[in-house]
């Protein structure tokens, strides 16, 4: 399965970036082979509007199933239902080893809708 990981860098050891839009990196994982690989999400963190729904087709195109993250405004969200994406949550900041790590242990619990308002940054 392809999970992408919200990141304040493009490693894995480092920690989750609690805002999907406004990432600053993503890191595209397959939970099986454990291959994984940062994308720089720098020109949908910078705009001025609709990061979040840009950011949701960037990772469509990466392929991803589902993300991880700590928060996913109302468009973003929509987007991501829309490209048939699922959004799990990391509650607190860990690193993106130790989401995927709990994702794959069914512990991340699965959005069934957004869980922030929209322009957070």
């Known amino acids: 399965m392809n999970v992408v990981i919200t990141s304040t860098?493009?490693?894995l050891a480092?920690?989750?970036d609690m805002h999907f839009g406004r990432a600053k990196y993503f890191i595209l994982a397959h939970t099986k082979t454990g291959q994984a690989t940062a994308h720089d999400n720098s020109p949908n963190m910078q705009a001025r509007q609709g990061a979040g729904i840009q950011s949701a087709e960037t990772v469509a195109?990466?392929?991803a199933e589902v993300v991880i993250t700590g928060s996913v405004?109302?468009?973003?969200?929509r987007a991501l239902q829309a490209a048939g994406i699922k959004v799990a949550l990391v509650e607190e900041v860990c690193s993106g080893t130790e989401a995927?790590?709990?994702?794959?242990?069914?512990e991340?619990?699965?959005?069934?809708?957004?869980?922030?308002?929209g322009?957070?940054?």
Request: aromatic share 8%.
């Open 9 to 11: 860098s493009g490693n």
């Open 14 to 16: 480092d920690p989750v």
């Open 61 to 63: 195109k990466l392929g």
């Open 73 to 77: 405004g109302p468009k973003a969200y």
């Open 100 to 106: 995927l790590r709990r994702f794959k242990a069914n």
């Open 108 to 117: 991340l619990p699965v959005l069934d809708k957004p869980n922030a308002e």
């Open 119 to 121: 322009h957070s940054f």
